[in-house]
């Protein structure tokens, strides 16, 4: 195997070089084939998706890691679409970041270049092999996927369709593969080459992201799971909250922005958490709830330790009372992951202290955290969430996908 992945990840160098010879117009073209052939291969995408399907039901996967693995029209439409929105993007590729002529006279200008060669390792969601792609193609990097054995069928079947589209309209050969083994040491062979891959995106599992930061010589660009809260406070538009709630744990409760952890003051948790009550039974959601909740509603489980730092990916909620703003702060600093948090409130003052001591990539103010994600930001597909500082954070599009460099002209200068 290794000498198979070895001239794998060497053909990528050879093609990430040649990637930084594509015009923007000429990537964008590649990009629009690459949605071309996904359309055209609608069929093909639901017949291998079937296969995996099938296979996920026998092993007993969980329902909420067989809707990730689902593909349908909609969400084929909704892939293709978004390689689409992403060649109509700016391309960062050669700008601009900075210009000066210092003392010494050189001109010294620093541009937006590409990273090189990047692997992503990915579980479950076969969308992330579209997204993955036409993210580093834009940004002039060649790209090796290595998804998940329960999606092999639906992620070579995307793979194929766009790489056949895409080096039909330009696009380097060897600039796109997918890693084809499914055996597990394939992921510790690839994250030692650092002498021909420049980074390393895990997306999954935290078992998955520590396994691959453990192991790896290259660097890392993690997505750690998300324990992401909401704090109702006391001046909350508590009828409104609730359905801005249910959407935020439950309209898709396998993903990563979806709420795990509700904080609630304490002045109106009386009112609130009836209405809480009905909502989990109308949607079958498992309150895990602290002693002052439960005193509250006493059919409510109780909470352990490990509730609070738990991601469920499932409809399952903790509950916890705070006595105020400063407190829900250092919970969801000590118990969150950096993910997506939110404030439900009335007071501007309340608003601006959350915005700034809560110290996660995405903090909201009266918005659901399933707002995170790089299509509602307006960055078309996204790599993943960014929970680290360096170099990204939060949803990792275009400009994430950069590095730089310095440019410096002189007249046959030499340093005195």
Not at 107 to 131: L, S
Not at 195 to 202: E, F, N, T
Not at 269 to 283: C, I, M, N, S, W
Not at 322 to 344: C, M, T
Request: charged share 25%; hydrophobic share 45%; aromatic share 4%.
């Amino acid at each position: 195997m290794t000498s198979e992945l070895s001239i794998l990840a060497a053909d990528a160098q050879v093609a990430s070089r040649d990637m930084v010879n594509l015009s923007t117009a000429k990537k964008n073209k590649i990009l629009l084939a690459m949605a071309d052939a996904l359309d055209a291969a609608r069929p093909a995408l639901l017949r291998a998706n079937a296969l995996d399907i099938d296979a996920a039901k026998t092993a007993s996967l969980s329902p909420a890691l067989i809707d990730r693995l689902t593909l349908n029209d909609s969400r084929i439409t909704a892939m293709i679409n978004g390689i689409r929105f992403v060649a109509s993007l700016p391309d960062p590729i050669g700008k601009r970041l900075s210009k000066r002529i210092p003392a010494n006279g050189l001109t010294i200008e620093k541009r937006r270049v590409p990273i090189g060669v990047i692997a992503i390792i990915y579980e479950a969601r076969p969308n992330v092999t579209a997204d993955a792609a036409v993210l580093c193609i834009k940004t002039s990097n060649a790209v090796i996927l290595r998804g998940g054995k329960e999606a092999l069928h639906s992620n070579r079947a995307i793979a194929d369709a766009m790489t056949a589209g895409g080096v039909a309209a330009g696009l380097p050969r060897h600039a796109l593969q997918l890693i084809q083994t499914t055996d597990r040491a394939a992921v510790g062979e690839l994250v030692k080459m650092d002498d021909r891959i420049d980074l390393v995106i895990p997306r999954g599992g935290e078992s998955l992201i520590r396994a691959v930061v453990e192991q790896s010589r290259v660097p890392v660009l993690k997505h750690y799971k998300g324990v992401c809260h909401i704090f109702v406070n006391k001046d909350a538009d508590l009828d409104r909250a609730i359905p801005l709630i249910e959407n935020a744990k439950c309209q898709r409760p396998a993903t990563c922005n979806a709420l795990e952890t509700l904080l609630v003051h304490k002045d109106v948790a009386a009112t609130f958490l009836p209405k809480l009550r009905d909502l989990a039974a109308r949607r079958h959601i498992q309150i895990r709830a602290d002693k002052p909740s439960r005193a509250i509603i006493p059919e409510f489980d109780a909470a352990t330790e490990d509730d609070w730092s738990a991601e469920y990916q499932d409809l399952i909620l903790a509950v916890r009372v705070v006595p105020n703003l400063n407190k829900a702060v250092e919970h969801i600093n000590r118990y969150g992951s950096r993910h997506s948090d939110a404030i439900l409130t009335a007071s501007a003052s309340d608003a601006k202290k959350f915005l700034q001591r809560v110290d996660s990539a995405a903090v909201y103010v009266n918005a659901s955290t399933r707002f995170t994600d790089g299509g509602e930001f307006g960055m078309g597909a996204e790599m993943g969430i960014s929970t680290d500082k360096f170099h990204a954070r939060g949803p990792v599009g275009l400009e994430e996908l950069t590095s730089y460099k310095y440019l410096i002209r002189g007249d046959y200068a030499s340093r005195a």
